[in-house]
């Protein structure tokens, strides 16, 4: 039975697509060759930047996906067989170090709890060690675990890379954080930042994205490995005159100038960041009133973007996932791989707003209460609307 009104997409990404972005999109196709869409890549590359932090790289965009982004990362500015640090704390970092590896290179893949950060620590220990035989070429960083909800101190990582005087190059994952948690490329000095179109930035998925130090740059231009249609050289050389060496996925870049105008020229990146901390403030709020936990081990590292909730012992995740789905029409993240069964993950980004959240966080209540969880019903919704009522009321027997 299909269920009336809106889909509630709470998935960690993709995320929802303003009608705005749609509109924007639908349109006829233009000559990828033509003026119009010369414009159109010289407006969108300037944007970009200020939602990467930077001033100093180069913004490359791709028709792919975060996987794409990197695959193109890695073979830019590593030769095969170099080295690299990477650190396994959920789904997705294990999987950048398995792309590094699967592309030939030699990979240090250090294990960590999935729930925790990555300690900065963890990192400037690894790089004291290196015996500089083959030093590491790279340390591998995901600045938001879209699997376990973790965001990491990517500022402390790069002073710990600084403390342990070794020049690795820094290549950092923002799929599920950039236009949701500031990114900061240059102030991270960061070597390249990569993302993907369908999250903070409320697009399809489609696109991935890149921004390049010059460090990285350099690199790309006399090593790297052997490579193609990922090769930045030849985009960042036609993006001067706002073209691409292939067909580029048009109609979505007309969308990313749409999401663009939304996010830097309208709402402001400072209020988008604002937003989602408030939104995310709300989630956990509710988390904690059901007594449920949060997979994220330190409230430090609570992510943003997005709430890993772990289910009470004998219960199935799966199970409030279908409920909810099948039900409420409303879709929630599954536990990926090791903790699948075990968590359920509520998307807290991209155009979103406090009425969506409360109605996310009633339909999670009655799918955990029909999916045999006990929890209060309302308490959830209750304890965000507290924190999102500027004036909140006492509740009787609320203190
Ligand atoms: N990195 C992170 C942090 C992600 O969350 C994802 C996907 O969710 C990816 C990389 C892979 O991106 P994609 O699925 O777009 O290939």
Redesign the pocket.
């Known amino acids: 039975m299909s269920i009336s009104g809106r889909h509630f997409l709470q998935i960690p990404?993709p995320t929802n697509v303003p009608d705005r972005i749609l509109r924007a999109m639908d349109r006829p196709v233009v000559d990828h060759r033509g003026p119009e869409f010369a414009e159109l890549t010289k407006e969108i590359l300037p944007l970009l930047k200020e939602v990467f932090g930077t001033h100093e790289g180069t913004v490359v965009i791709y028709p792919s996906?975060?996987?794409g982004a990197w695959e193109a990362a890695l073979v830019n500015v590593l030769s095969p067989g170099e080295r690299i640090l990477a650190f396994n704390y959920g789904h997705?970092s294990e999987l950048f170090a398995r792309t590094a590896r699967n592309l030939g290179y030699d990979v240090e893949e250090v294990p960590l709890r999935w729930g925790q950060e990555l300690p900065a620590e963890e990192v400037e220990a690894h790089l004291r060690a290196d015996d500089g035989e083959n030093p590491y070429a790279a340390v591998l960083v995901?600045h938001?675990?879209?699997s376990t909800g973790v965001t990491s101190d990517v500022g402390a990582i790069r002073d710990a890379i600084d403390a342990a005087g070794h020049d690795a190059l820094l290549i950092v994952?923002t799929?599920?954080s950039l236009a949701s948690i500031e990114v900061k490329h240059d102030e991270w000095r960061a070597d390249v930042t990569l993302t993907?179109s369908?999250k903070g930035l409320m697009l399809p998925?489609g696109l991935a994205l890149l921004c390049v130090s010059p460090r990285a740059l350099e690199r790309g231009t006399e090593g790297g490995a052997p490579r193609n249609f990922f090769d930045w050289r030849p985009i960042i050389r036609d993006n001067e005159a706002g073209f691409f060496p292939y067909t580029p996925a048009t109609l979505l870049l007309f969308g990313l100038r749409e999401a663009l105008k939304m996010l830097v020229e309208e709402e402001g990146l400072s209020n988008v960041y604002a937003r989602h901390r408030s939104l995310a403030e709300g989630v956990r709020a509710a988390v904690e009133a059901w007594g449920l936990r949060n997979l994220c081990e330190k409230p430090e590292f609570y992510s943003n973007t997005l709430t890993a909730v772990v289910v009470p012992e004998g219960a199935d995740s799966d199970e409030v996932i279908r409920v909810a789905r099948e039900r409420f029409g409303l879709a929630l993240g599954v536990g990926l791989s090791r903790i699948k069964g075990r968590v359920f993950r509520i998307g807290h980004l991209g155009a979103l707003n406090e009425l969506e959240v409360l109605g996310t966080l009633g339909g999670v209540e009655m799918a955990l209460i029909e999916s045999g969880v006990p929890v209060e019903l309302g308490s959830g919704v209750r304890a965000a609307q507290q924190l999102f009522t500027r004036k909140p009321t006492e509740v009787a027997g609320d203190q």
């Open positions: 990404g996906s975060g996987t997705f995901v938001n675990e879209t994952d799929v599920s993907g369908q998925p």
